[in-house]
């Protein structure tokens, strides 16, 4: 994929469905960068992400993955996906392994071996119960999880919301590496300025359901708070 | 393909549990549909019908929990939840759980209609279109409405 070819797009997007409401959403992402959504709770950011990966969500205008249109083949998107998200189920009395074999056996490709090399470089046991993991070591499985079916765009929702430095840390130098190779890109929701300020290359700002800035992180954030 | 390797896999022994429940109300129900419906033309057929085609729709419904819920921190979940962030459509799933419902109602059908050919051929010395209809309807068109509805 070359670099100037937009990996997500949103083009006049506009839907509402119960508390999730989009107006207007215009934005392109590209290969090879971290991107940011900022805003207030209820803003949008993460029924953004929802509009996505959830096929029942309706809507107008078009989000494009690849420069396809994500209606109608569900199964093909969410093969090029990887959402690691709180909210997102997984079989909770499993193992990890379990969860990987068992879940990752539904993706056209998933590489165990990645998987286990993962979660090694992550320091998780991949004998853990789901259910009896910290927050934390839930979101690094699933960090490990969707590297393993390599997927081109990452959504990453809230997921430093409340960590240690230490996982923040670890976790943004696995996005660097990941992104490295201009093959993938990834999109993340935060309510922590600073990190997004200093850690992603652009940044989108959400305000009641629209996305009321965009730009470079650093000139954004400087320039709005 | 991969569901079936999913669903095989996720297999626990609560849905072997719900396998034998289904076997065993499957089983009694049938026990009304291989019989000719010339036999139970007395004033609580109605009754007997709709007993035993509830005990058919539990079964079936006990046969299709492997298909429609998982198991987590000892709750019952739907499914569908898992999915709804893997590479699977809510219309593949529903596609795949109307197979596999469709296959044990065939099956249920045939020996349905087979059985109730038989008997009435036999011992009542008489055959009707309704020996072959009601099955039909009972085992085959009715179970499979309300996936269809999905």
Redo the contacts between chains.
């Keep these: 994929m070359s670099k100037e070819q937009a990996i997500l797009s949103f083009e006049k997007v506009t839907g509402k469905k119960g508390k999730f409401k989009l107006k207007n959403i215009n934005l392109e992402l590209k290969p090879g960068y971290l991107y940011g959504l900022i805003g207030k709770n209820g803003a949008g950011k993460t029924t953004l992400m929802k509009y996505i990966?959830?096929?029942?969500i309706r809507y107008e205008g078009r989000i494009c993955l690849e420069g396809e249109d994500i209606r109608g083949?569900?199964?093909?998107?969410?093969?090029k996906i990887g959402?690691v998200?709180e909210e997102?189920?997984?079989?909770?009395?499993w193992t990890c392994a379990q969860n990987a074999?068992?879940?990752g056996?539904?993706?056209?490709w998933f590489d165990m071996e990645t998987f286990r090399e993962t979660m090694d470089k992550m320091k998780l046991s991949e004998g853990k119960i789901y259910?009896r993991m910290s927050r934390g070591e839930k979101l690094k499985f699933q960090l490990a999880f969707a590297i393993s079916h390599s997927p081109c765009l990452y959504l990453l929702d809230e997921v430093t919301a409340g960590m240690d430095p230490v996982f923040r840390l670890e976790l943004f130098e696995r996005i660097q590496h990941l992104i490295m190779d201009e093959t993938c890109c990834v999109l993340m929701t935060s309510h922590i300025l600073s990190e997004i300020q200093t850690k992603t290359d652009y940044v989108g700002i959400m305000e009641r359901g629209e996305l009321v800035q965009f730009g470079e992180s650093m000139d954004v954030i400087g320039r709005v708070f | 393909m991969?569901?079936e390797?999913?669903f095989e896999?996720?297999k626990t022994w609560e849905y072997v549990i719900y396998n034998m429940l289904a076997f065993i109300f499957i089983g009694i129900s049938m026990l009304i549909w291989i019989m000719p419906y010339q036999v139970w033309q007395a004033e609580d057929e109605l009754v007997f019908w709709i007993l035993f085609g509830f005990m058919e729709v539990i079964g079936l419904d006990c046969y299709l929990q492997k298909f429609t819920t998982?198991?987590?921190?000892g709750q019952i979940?739907q499914i569908d939840?898992?999915m709804?962030?893997?590479?699977?459509?809510?219309k593949?799933i529903v596609r795949y759980r109307q197979k596999k419902l469709a296959k044990i109602c065939v099956w249920l059908t045939c020996i349905s209609m087979v059985c109730q050919t038989v008997f009435a051929t036999i011992f009542l010395h008489t055959f009707s279109i309704g020996n072959i209809l009601i099955p039909l309807a009972f085992n085959f068109i009715l179970p499979l409405l309300p996936e269809k509805g999905r």
Excluded at chain 2, 70 to 73: A, C, H, P
Excluded at chain 2, 84 to 90: C, E
């Design positions: 990966v959830d096929e029942k083949d569900h199964a093909r998107i969410m093969n959402f998200s997102r189920p997984f079989l909770g009395d074999e068992i879940l056996g539904l993706y056209d259910n | 991969l569901l390797e999913f896999r996720k998982y198991k987590d921190n979940k939840e898992l709804k962030y893997l590479p699977v459509s809510h593949q």
